[in-house]
């Protein structure tokens, strides 16, 4: 805003006093837009390692899966290995193995056919 009457320090500072506003405004800009920019590139970035997280959490279940089914495998081939211990004859394993399976699974209908030779 310049009063009149008008001098020239005074239309001078006015005009120096705009370009240095508009100086910091044009800063301004081109400061946001190189943050827009650097945040484009986080959002990105931060996609690409929401996935790969994802992948990773994901393969880290299907490990766990499958080492818990190796585990619970070997559980029972040691049970059942506790089971027939000890056993001789083949009546004797087979009577042990059906009661190992009868307390694994419940009751079932079951047959064994032994041939005499």
Not at 23 to 36: F, I, M, T, Y
Not at 66 to 85: H, I
Request: glycine share 2%.
């Amino acid at each position: 805003m310049l009063l009149a009457p008008l001098q020239p320090p005074d239309i001078y500072r006015a005009i120096s006093n705009i370009s240095i506003r508009r100086d910091q405004v044009e800063a301004l800009a081109e400061r946001n837009k190189r943050l827009r920019v650097v945040c484009r590139r986080l959002n990105k970035a931060r996609h690409e390692i929401s996935q790969q997280v994802d992948l990773l959490c994901n393969d880290l279940v299907r490990a766990y899966q499958d080492m818990a089914q190796q585990l619970n495998v070997t559980q029972l081939a040691t049970d059942y290995a506790d089971c027939v211990r000890g056993q001789i004859e083949v009546e004797g394993i087979l009577r042990s193995s059906m009661e190992w399976v009868l307390a694994k699974l419940g009751p079932i209908n079951a047959a064994v056919y032994s041939p005499r030779r």
